[in-house]
């Protein structure tokens, strides 16, 4: 009786899919969803609703009558957490057309010019944040207050706890700080609870409000086998070696914990920076990534003129993704090569 049975490779499938991946991470980003939705009421849902459907309609459309391509990617859900992730990057008082122009930005320029899913140099969101925040930066840097339920771009607004730390370093008033939420607050993103002094705290983007809602998605993400603990551990711990050592030097600068829990730094570490696509292949190369990133978070938002640091940092790193998988190259096996 023959035993032996001959079949083409992959011989053992391993689940993995993706479309099973997109999807996972769309789980993940569900905390955090339900987070924005209660601190900021309609104006989320309008934000993220119109986000993910013309991100959905224009990958559908340049698929369909620029790319012609008879086989639809929209199904595959890489559409869908671009929306996301790009509404997560926006204040929910954004204008909606604004929101239209940056899913068309991120998918129509970003991702589908350089061949769609899996060919893009640089994470689509994120790309698309920098555009919108470069091209109206009044409407992109007017944070509505956490709690204020805002359809529309009236309402009232403050400064976020970033602009609180970048306002202290700038004065060179350490006492500034006392401003700042506690690290309790910022972890739940309840930032109108401070104790405030110059006026109300602005609650800062969507996906970025809720550190605690965040975390809930990384360890979700780590127990699925989503990603690795490589990048976004790196990118926390060499944030809060870097802002520590500042802090030692001088209490002007915030203490650590606060750099973490503000801004988008979570958001960043866990969901942006860990993208398939433009993030290192190689362990070793995922830590050189991560603290490449950290050191330059903290550069941009210490001493650069954006309070906030994440996104560019990501950014900047992505164009450094190809040198960094060319020499950090898994090892080889079989016959070893002098």
């Known amino acids: 009786m023959n035993k032996l049975k001959l079949s083409l490779s992959p011989h053992i499938h391993g689940g993995d899919s993706v ?123 007017d944070w509505p207050v956490i709690g204020q339920d805002f359809t529309t771009i009236d309402g009232v607004s403050g400064a976020t706890p970033l602009a609180i730390m970048k306002t202290a370093i700038k004065t060179k008033n350490a006492d500034i700080l006392s401003d700042l939420p506690d690290a309790w607050n910022l972890l739940i993103g309840n930032t109108s609870k401070s104790l405030f002094n110059d006026g109300p705290i602005g609650g800062g983007c969507l996906g970025e409000v809720c550190a605690l809602a965040i975390l809930i998605g990384l360890v979700y993400m780590l127990v699925k086998k989503i990603i690795s603990w490589h990048i976004p551990v790196t990118i926390l711990l060499s944030v809060f070696v870097f802002t520590g050592a500042l802090h030692l030097i001088d209490p002007m600068y915030a203490d650590p914990v606060s750099h973490i829990l503000s801004g988008g730094l979570m958001l960043g570490a866990v969901f942006m920076a860990t993208d398939y696509v433009t993030s290192p292949m190689t362990k070793k190369g995922q830590i050189i990534y991560g603290i490449a990133i950290g050191l330059l978070t903290v550069v941009i938002r210490t001493w650069g003129a954006y309070p906030e640091g994440m996104s560019f940092a990501i950014l900047i790193m992505n164009a450094f993704t190809p040198l960094i998988n060319n020499y950090c190259k898994p090892k080889r096996f079989g016959e070893v090569v002098k």
């Open 19 to 141: 479309r099973k991946n997109m999807f996972g991470v769309c789980i993940a980003l569900i905390p955090a969803l339900i987070c924005s939705f209660i601190y900021f009421g309609l104006g989320a849902i309008a934000v993220t609703s119109v986000s993910v459907a013309s991100c959905v309609f224009f990958e559908w459309a340049i698929n369909k009558y620029m790319l012609k391509n008879p086989k639809s990617t929209v199904t595959d859900g890489s559409a869908i957490l671009t929306g996301l992730l790009l509404a997560f990057n926006m204040p929910s008082n954004l204008p909606l057309w604004i929101v239209v122009i940056g899913a068309l930005f991120a998918i129509g320029v970003v991702k589908m010019t350089f061949g769609g899913l899996g060919c893009n140099l640089f994470n689509p969101a994120l790309a698309a944040r920098a555009f919108l925040l470069i091209s109206f930066p009044v409407q992109m840097t």
